[in-house]
């Protein structure tokens, strides 16, 4: 028998617990030659601003052990290049698309979010308050509680699309940064952008990365992120999208068993093209293997051991 694995996150609905990781995926027509986007449960898009970005100064990624550093910087070409040109080739396909947005001030939150709830195609909005790679904005907003609240208030007063807020795990507890955006109004919760870190070149004896401080992602940061997911299930009651280091099946289903009711790939999509569909059967072989006819039957499972 089929397992069902749809779910719902704060009022999206997917047809599976799959999807991208903002960042890792462009706006999609990048991976459709290797995959059928119609078998993603969702899509994240690449961080959006309100105005085009050039992102920050080369290098902007060094790959370390067990993952990756990048200091992109939200390079891209801002929300109505979106709306007029990433969107209509997006909306060929049978999937939800969540759009992930940044901003440097609290008043950009808003005026992005009233832009795309008056787009067709936008499932959700993604609320990117943990980028570690920026000036302005980024984790500014999303290491103090009351910030990240006022951000989520911003927004959901001027949209009525769902709203994930993404958190970081470069804060002293994340379960008060959950529980802060989930009383401002937050519909879901996106767990974990990446872990600042850095990387010197000991040749030319200086930083190897242009913005010399980057976001660790892959395999390296996995545990730090089920922690988070282990906390935050704890500690509210908000679905949640679990990602960091997820490059398998079996890490997703870590993931499920910790709390999260669905999963994002990033940085396994940049090894292998088709990580997503592959970790997505993957999950259904896992739930057939196991006798598990929902998905929801695992959602935080291992805390009722």
């Known amino acids: 028998m089929k397992p069902e694995l749809s779910v719902n996150i704060g009022g999206i609905k997917m047809k599976n617990p799959v999807t991208t990781a903002s960042g890792t995926f462009g706006y999609g027509p990048e991976y459709a ?11 994240v898009v690449k961080g959006t601003t309100l105005k085009s970005r050039q992102g920050n100064p080369t290098p902007r990624i060094v790959e370390t052990p067990s993952g990756m550093l990048n200091a992109i910087g939200l390079q891209n070409p801002g929300v109505d290049y979106f709306i ?20 440097d001030t609290v008043e950009d939150y808003g005026l992005l979010a009233g832009k795309l709830d008056s787009a067709s195609g936008v499932a959700g909005l993604e609320v990117n308050i943990s980028c570690p790679n920026v000036k302005k904005g980024g984790l500014q907003f999303g290491s103090d509680p009351e910030s990240a609240a006022e951000v989520v208030r911003v927004i959901k007063s001027s949209t009525g699309l ?19 955006v989930a009383e401002a109004g937050a519909d879901a919760l996106s767990l974990i952008n990446t872990i600042l870190g850095m990387a010197i070149d000991i040749k030319a004896r200086r930083p190897v990365l242009g913005n010399i401080m980057g976001g660790l992602s892959g395999p390296a940061v996995r545990p730090v992120a089920v922690r988070c997911v282990w906390q935050v299930y704890k500690a509210v009651k908000l679905p949640i999208i679990g990602m960091g280091g997820i490059v398998s099946a079996e890490d997703a289903i870590e993931f499920i ?49």
């Open 162 to 180: 769902p709203v994930i807020v993404k958190l970081s795990p470069n804060v002293t507890s994340i379960t008060d940064l959950a529980v802060s």
């Open 84 to 103: 007029e040109r990433a969107l209509p080739f997006l909306s060929n396909f049978d999937l939800p698309v969540i759009v992930n947005i940044s901003g």
């Open 257 to 305: 068993l910790a709390g999260a009711s669905a999963v994002a790939v990033g940085t396994a999509n940049f090894v292998n093209p088709r990580a997503t569909v592959e970790i997505l059967e993957g999950i259904e072989e896992y739930c057939r293997k196991y006798g598990c006819r929902d998905i929801q039957e695992l959602v935080g499972a291992a805390h009722r051991q």
């Open 33 to 43: 030659p290797y995959i059928d986007l119609n078998r993603l449960g969702a899509i």
